[in-house]
């Protein structure tokens, strides 16, 4: 029976991972228009949803996968993922919230990296999933023996 539930816990997270994977790629190159509806619920709740589904989901994928042994590096890179996903979810929230959270604000955030709208986007999509996987493997060189 535990198998059976950890296989539908892994299944969820695969989903989230793959949902927020979706709205990347639906960005990626899109008109502003297009990219707002895809940031559906408001540009402030994008964030918040790919920070459960998708940092919450490459979190759990991490440590079910990459993570999944007993040395103290492990043990403390599971606690990393969760970590990074939800400090990458608070950064982009807190940038959409200081910048702005329409087209503007994306643009402003995709403008650090040399891109606009569709790569500001992608960046907050993207943060609480790079950030887990980050964090993760910083936790786990720390902690190594």
């Given amino acids: 029976m535990n198998d059976q539930k950890n296989n539908v816990s892994?299944?969820?997270a695969a989903t989230?991972?793959?949902v927020t994977a979706?709205?990347?790629s639906a960005v990626t190159g899109a008109s502003?228009?297009?990219i707002m509806t895809t940031m559906a619920g408001g540009?402030?709740?994008?964030p918040v949803t790919a920070g459960?589904?998708?940092?919450?989901g490459a979190a759990k994928l991490l440590n079910e996968t990459v993570f999944s042994g007993d040395s103290e590096g492990a043990q403390a890179a599971r606690v990393g993922?969760?970590?990074?996903?939800?400090?990458?979810?608070a950064a982009s929230v807190g940038a959409l919230a200081t910048v702005g959270a329409g087209s503007v604000g994306l643009a402003t955030i995709g403008g650090v990296v040399g891109?606009?709208?569709a790569a500001g986007a992608t960046m907050v999509l993207a943060g609480p999933a790079v950030a887990a996987g980050a964090v993760g493997a910083a936790f786990y060189c720390l902690f190594k023996r």
Avoid at 52 to 56: K, P, R, Y
Avoid at 82 to 89: D, E, I, K, L, S
Wanted: glycine share 24%; no cysteine.
């Fill in 16 to 18: 989230g991972v793959a």
């Fill in 115 to 117: 891109g606009g709208m």
């Fill in 10 to 12: 892994n299944a969820a």
């Fill in 43 to 46: 540009a402030l709740a994008a």
């Fill in 81 to 89: 993922t969760y970590v990074g996903a939800v400090a990458g979810t």
């Fill in 52 to 56: 459960v589904l998708g940092g919450g």
């Fill in 32 to 34: 502003a228009s297009a």
């Fill in 22 to 24: 979706t709205k990347i």
